[in-house]
């Protein structure tokens, strides 16, 4: 699982609405992939990003070097897109949980693959 | 779709016509990527196929993505009178598809190996880039040496998708190899046994012959089969070879057309090299993908991805953007990833263990929605599509787009659960879509006129107005395609701003 992703997910645990946001991100192994850097997407990511959600879970992930806001002009700043285009794409968790910040519920994260599945009694209504 | 830039291109080949088989229904998304990718003129169609001219290399051809197979067209004319004719009659109309017009057949042969050729130079440029030391190729050997490649994939035509590439790679692999004089000359000498391709009384053949509608009451397969056969071998001096020839005469003859031509590739083109293996057809799986209006940047999820197929489609055509695919089956997730890493996706698609009716995302995060809606008796209808369609509804973006593939029971679920309560729009029934022009559209534009065209168009106004709004997915197109057995329609949605909600 890549931090653009994690960046997406919410806990769904039922009456968690969205204070489920972001899962806390723990990792026991954790592989750098070197991807191709595309600078378009990069730059149509950006204003996706939820900075708060992407430095915490950076933070432990022990990653340096995170830009911790987008600058201004951005998009012609090849610097910061290389940044950002490292910590979204390049850091993958391979084993580790993802805790859902108000109910405390950990959902497992195996082979890359977090495994978000509820049990019927913590499904919304 | 994404065009090469610059627009379709005017290939280097020479101006041919071709023609490609469909599943039914997907024929518009056809005719428009052969007008978008490949500049084609003279587009026609029946039910389930395509018709065009156009001046593509094999690598252009090979973009089709809606296709079947593809086929250089040696002759079409109309059918046979066959109520109140004799045997004997019917085949010497047969014969002289061939004796009163030779040329038709040595102009479509010479235009094949051409393609072949201008293919195998190609694949000559790029070895020869790459090692420039390498011993030079003539070309008839490196077309005959293509030739035997093909030769060697035919063997295995009737097995697996999965294991004529696999034999296809390792072929190519071996080839790449003959540098040294030994080997090549080997190779030479079995090519030169095979089918000497520069003497054409030399070729060997096979015939595939399809019978369907009044004709097929009156002769088999088989007898036409035998009878072009037989013609083809007494006017041309071709052998007959039906394990491994190195021509295929491909025949259908129909109540529209007697329809004759040469398969370009072995492999059909719905095979797709890229995909390990294949869950759903990746023919519609593609179609889906062009529907659902992907642009750089987008965030597009299936919930219900399976082994990946439709996100790897998409993700081929469109890259920059950014693929989520979600499943609750541990072997389906397990066989996704080994697709996408088998593809060179992984870095593209990203995948979650996670149900369709709980998506742990936020509401209004995910811009497109694709998903092939689980058929029979597992997926439970009604409650668990209702939940399904509204949890889609949640995380999609308002203006975002939903393409669906639903069965006919899917359907008609959604259209009979207008009474339930819940927050699907109940008072929908029928909605006068401005929408449903839309869909008359790819019909329309098919060019020459058609006796199958009238029904096709109005088959999918009919199924669109089928479609009832579900809360604030409003419909905005439908298509009816064939599965084999059965019928499934792909439908499309998009989210509008909902008051009260």
Same mark, same amino acid.
């Given at each position: ?25 723990? &990792? ?21 990003? /939820?900075? &708060? &959600?992407?430095?915490?879970? &950076? ?15 951005? /998009?012609?700043?090849? /610097? ?40 019927? /009694?913590?499904?919304?209504? | ?8 291109? +005017? ?15 997907? #024929? ?17 169609y029946i039910s389930g196929k ?24 040696? *002759? *079409? ?25 030779? #040329? ?12 072949l050729e201008l293919d195998a130079?190609?694949?000559?440029? +790029? ?20 030739? *035997? ?10 097995? #697996?998708? @999965? ?27 079995? $090519? ?42 007494? @006017? ?29 590739? =072995? ?45 790897? !489609? ?9 693929? $989520? ?27 979650l263990r996670v149900s369709v ?35 889609? !509804?949640?995380?999609? =973006? ?49 060019? $020459? ?47 509008? +701003? +909902?008051?009260?909600?």
């Amino acid at each position: 699982m890549r931090l653009l992703t994690h960046n997406l997910l919410s806990s769904h645990v039922r009456g968690v609405g969205p204070r489920g946001f972001p899962p806390r991100l723990q &990792a026991t192994e954790v592989r750098i992939n070197p991807v191709e850097f595309n600078p378009g997407f990069i730059v149509r990511m950006i204003p996706k990003v /939820e900075w &708060a &959600a992407l430095l915490e879970a &950076a933070g432990n992930l022990h990653l340096i070097e995170v830009p911790k806001e987008p600058i201004q002009g951005y /998009e012609h700043n090849e /610097e910061f897109l290389r940044k950002m285009h490292h910590v979204l794409l390049e850091v993958e968790v391979l084993e580790g949980t993802l805790q859902c910040p108000e109910s405390g519920r950990v959902f497992p994260l195996s082979r890359g693959i977090p495994n978000m599945q509820l049990r019927d /009694e913590e499904t919304e209504t | 779709m994404a065009v090469v830039p610059g627009g379709p291109r +005017s290939g280097p080949a020479a101006r041919a016509q071709f023609f490609c088989t469909a599943g039914r229904g997907l #024929e518009p998304f056809l005719i428009r990527e052969v007008r978008e990718r490949l500049a084609a003129t003279q587009v026609e169609y029946i039910s389930g196929k395509v018709f065009f001219t156009a001046c593509s290399d094999l690598n252009m051809l090979k973009q089709l993505k809606s296709a079947e197979r593809l086929f250089l067209l040696i *002759k *079409k004319q109309l059918p046979f009178p066959v109520s109140s004719v004799s045997k004997g009659k019917i085949f010497n109309e047969l014969q002289r598809l061939i004796n009163d017009d030779p #040329e038709s057949w040595l102009n479509a042969i010479s235009i094949w190996k051409n393609l072949l050729e201008l293919d195998a130079k190609k694949e000559k440029l +790029s070895h020869k880039n790459a090692n420039p030391l390498k011993r030079k190729v003539g070309e008839d050997d490196t077309a005959a040496k293509k030739l *035997k490649t093909e030769q060697i994939q035919e063997i295995q035509e009737t097995k #697996e998708c @999965q294991l004529e590439k696999q034999i296809e790679e390792k072929l190519l692999e071996q080839g790449n190899f003959i540098t040294e004089e030994g080997k090549f000359q080997e190779l030479q000498n079995d $090519v030169m046994e095979a089918a000497d391709t520069r003497n054409q009384t030399d070729l060997t053949f096979r015939v595939s012959c399809r019978c369907s509608g009044a004709i097929a009451k009156t002769l088999t397969a088989q007898e036409v089969g035998r009878v072009i056969g037989i013609a083809l071998m007494k @006017q041309f001096g071709w052998k007959a070879n039906l394990r491994n020839p190195n021509l295929e005469i491909f025949i259908h003859l129909s109540d529209i057309y007697s329809v004759l031509g040469i398969p370009v590739f =072995r492999v059909p083109l719905a095979c797709r090299a890229y995909i390990k293996t294949a869950g759903m057809r990746s023919t519609i799986a593609w179609a889906m993908a062009s529907l659902a209006e992907i642009k750089a940047g987008a965030v597009v999820l299936d919930p219900m991805c399976g082994l990946g197929t439709i996100l790897l !489609e998409a993700a081929k055509e469109w890259p920059d953007v950014y693929y $989520v695919g979600a499943d609750v089956s541990d072997s389906q997730l397990s066989g996704a990833y080994d697709n996408l890493r088998a593809a060179g996706l992984k870095d593209k698609i990203e995948l979650l263990r996670v149900s369709v009716i709980e998506l742990p995302l936020p509401s209004e995060s995910v811009d497109i929605i694709i998903s092939d809606i689980p058929f029979g008796k597992k997926f439970k209808l009604g409650k668990d599509i209702k939940r399904t369609l509204q949890e889609m !509804e949640r995380v999609l =973006r308002v203006g975002g787009t939903i393409v669906l593939l639903l069965s006919e029971d899917h359907h008609r679920h959604l259209k009979g659960g207008e009474a339930s309560s819940g927050p699907l729009n109940s008072q929908g029934g029928r909605t006068e879509e401005p929408g449903g022009e839309e869909c008359l559209t790819p019909a329309g534009k098919a060019a $020459v006129s058609e006796p199958a065209s009238s029904s096709f168009v109005a088959g999918n106004q009919e199924c669109l107005d089928r479609m009832p709004p579900l809360g604030s997915l409003v419909p905005v197109d439908c298509y009816r395609v064939s599965l084999g057995k059965t019928d499934a329609l792909i439908s499309k949605y998009k989210k509008s +701003s +909902s008051p009260g909600r």
